[in-house]
């Protein structure tokens, strides 16, 4: 199979569009630029059959368990509303996985934010923490944050826990932050409603002027306990630079 896509005209100003594929090659168009990959989808009916529309903001949530064997294929969901800036992608069958490969030269990426020696902050409230990487225009970076997140989950943490942390408060002073181990949260369930693949909420924001400018933020979230980070969530955040 390589795709199919379907239209439901759920309401009259809910125009639901779901994409069927197990090409990984369509994930990774869709977070390298969702305003050209959605012209593959058509709503509507008959004369009133159309391209869908995503609107200048979008949001993409990714809820995907990515395996390095190649006798997985699996294939995934990607669905939306027309006329929105709602995306979400999420494995078609429970417990299913897909092998991305992103081609992603993960040794290079990590190469080249170490040698930019970015301030990588860590916020803490209650057990409950953050950590920010920023990325500036390296498109490369972002693309290979995104795919990491997916594919590559232990080479992510690795490269966290390889930055120099710098603490804020709440107050917005600074200091030097501890040294933080990162890892991420796996279900540890063996039933076929909770399969043991590891957990990590994904979600790529920006807009349509951000896409020529690829200015970038990553965002990761997380359980903190004696400096070990337990990763639950990470986020691409795109948007234009200061004065652009």
Not at 130 to 158: M, S, Y
Request: with cysteine; proline share 2%; charged share 20%.
């Amino acid at each position: 199979m390589a795709y199919k896509h379907t239209y439901i005209p759920l309401a009259e100003d809910d125009a639901v569009w779901i994409y069927e594929t197990n090409d990984s090659k369509d994930l990774i168009e869709l977070i390298t630029n969702p305003y050209e990959w959605i012209k593959r989808i058509e709503v509507g009916h008959g004369e009133q059959r159309r391209q869908a529309v995503l609107s200048d903001n979008f949001v993409i949530s990714l809820d995907v368990s990515a395996s390095d064997s190649e006798s997985h294929s699996a294939s995934y969901i990607i669905d939306g509303i027309d006329h929105t800036g709602v995306i979400s992608v999420r494995m078609a069958s429970i417990g299913g996985r897909f092998h991305l490969n992103s081609g992603i030269d993960y040794e290079a990426i990590e190469k080249k934010i170490l040698g930019m020696n970015p301030e990588f902050v860590f916020a803490q409230v209650g057990d409950r923490c953050f950590v920010h990487l920023p990325i500036g225009q390296h498109e490369d970076l972002r693309h290979g944050l995104l795919a990491g997140a997916i594919e590559n989950q232990d080479w992510l943490c690795n490269l966290y826990g390889k930055l120099k942390v710098t603490q804020v408060h709440a107050d917005g002073t600074k200091s030097e932050g501890p040294k933080l181990t990162f890892r991420t949260i796996s279900s540890g369930g063996r039933s076929i409603l909770s399969s043991d693949l590891t957990k990590l909420n994904i979600m790529f924001q920006g807009s349509k002027v951000a896409l020529g400018t690829q200015d970038a933020c990553n965002v990761g979230s997380g359980l903190v306990e004696q400096h070990v980070v337990l990763l639950d969530g990470t986020i691409i955040k795109i948007y234009a630079p200061a004065g652009g």
